[in-house]
């Protein structure tokens, strides 16, 4: 496992921060973004977007659960789905979300304890915000497509200590 720390100050630096992250991005990829009501999910996951290069607009997806955005460049498309009002994981199931995971990034807020079991790779990244505005961020890299710390090393401007990375 390889795991990471960083601080976002505002939204505008979360989307940035999001689109470095979303620019190392594969098909297949899942992100399982963790964190309380206004932690910043779907900020994060707009930068995703934009370093994805996919079409948008990315918005909350909470009431029709999931959102497919075709990519703009050539890339993988972008699988956004909302697990909050999912009552477990036979309904994440319902989704049939495996039948395009290889062709797309899939990124589920409030997925955790319900979307590991979509694939053996991938980031389990939490929010955190504090009462200044700015927020945490912690990625845990689940798998062996995430077992090189230097993947992260693009993200070192947004690192909170003076490490850019640390293996657990």
Not at 61 to 73: G, N
Not at 124 to 136: A, F, H, N, V
Request: charged fraction near 20%.
């Amino acid at each position: 496992m390889t795991s990471w720390r960083g601080l976002l100050s505002s939204a505008p630096d979360a989307q940035a921060f999001g689109a470095a992250l979303g620019a190392l991005l594969e098909a297949g990829d899942l992100l399982v973004l963790n964190g309380p009501l206004g932690a910043g999910k779907t900020t994060l996951t707009q930068g995703l977007a934009g370093g994805m290069g996919v079409r948008g607009p990315i918005t909350s997806p909470t009431f029709v659960i999931a959102r497919v955005h075709p990519s703009l460049v050539d890339g993988p498309k972008l699988v956004h789905v909302d697990a909050y009002r999912l009552g477990g994981s036979a309904e994440l199931d319902d989704l049939d979300l495996d039948t395009e995971f290889e062709q797309a990034v899939t990124v589920v807020e409030w997925g955790a304890g319900l979307a590991e079991s979509l694939g053996e790779n991938r980031l389990e990244i939490t929010l955190s915000p504090s009462s200044d505005g700015s927020r945490q961020v912690a990625i845990v890299g689940v798998g062996q497509r995430w077992v090189d710390a230097d993947t992260f090393v693009p993200l070192a401007r947004w690192c909170d200590s003076g490490e850019e990375h640390d293996i657990s």
